[in-house]
């Protein structure tokens, strides 16, 4: 009886360890990146659906009530504003004509955690938020949590491909 209570405590710990191990290899992958991080390929599952989920999440319980006008990272590849707006359902991508829009600044993703934040307008001006994820090498990630930093920031200017704007509404998205 001793002997098996030793065994599953050493198979517990070897468990554990493995586990601290595998997470805290993981490299973080940043989009846009920034000096000295890893740069991550926005196009990269689960990058888009971070995007898609992140503004989603973060417009449905802070003003559920206005349009989502959303907006990505400058020199994001056109097939990513193709697949947030297909994931989001609902929005549409910002125009230069448009004086208020929920931005994606930054994603970070490091093994079962994700973080984005999100450029939101609120009572005539821009402040940040972060959305974040939890999830798991081939699992899907979901928010667990939003963080509100009540910093008032710059107003976002547009990123959206003209390819995007010009693209009729309820037509599949293809590359």
């Given at each position: ?38 740069k ?73 955690h ?51 704007v ?10």
């Open positions: 009886m001793q002997r098996q209570s030793v065994m599953m405590r050493l198979s517990l710990s070897s468990a554990i360890v493995a586990a601290v191990a595998m997470t805290s290899c993981t490299p973080m992958m940043t989009y846009p990146e920034y000096a000295g991080a890893p991550a390929d926005p196009s990269m599952q689960p990058m888009p659906n971070l995007m898609a989920d992140s503004l989603k999440f973060a417009h449905q319980r802070i003003a559920p009530d206005s349009e989502l006008v959303y907006n990505l990272p400058p020199s994001t590849p056109l097939q990513v504003w193709r697949g947030v707006g297909s994931r989001l359902e609902v929005g549409r991508p910002m125009t230069s004509a448009d004086t208020l829009a929920w931005t994606v600044r930054q994603v970070r993703l490091t093994g079962g994700a973080e984005v934040d999100i450029v939101y307008p609120t009572e005539g001006i821009y402040q940040l938020a972060t959305v974040h994820f939890v999830g798991s090498t081939g699992q899907p990630f979901y928010p667990s949590m939003l963080q509100l930093w009540l910093v008032p920031v710059e107003a976002p200017t547009c990123n959206t491909p003209q390819a995007v010009d693209q009729p509404k309820n037509t599949p998205n293809t590359k």
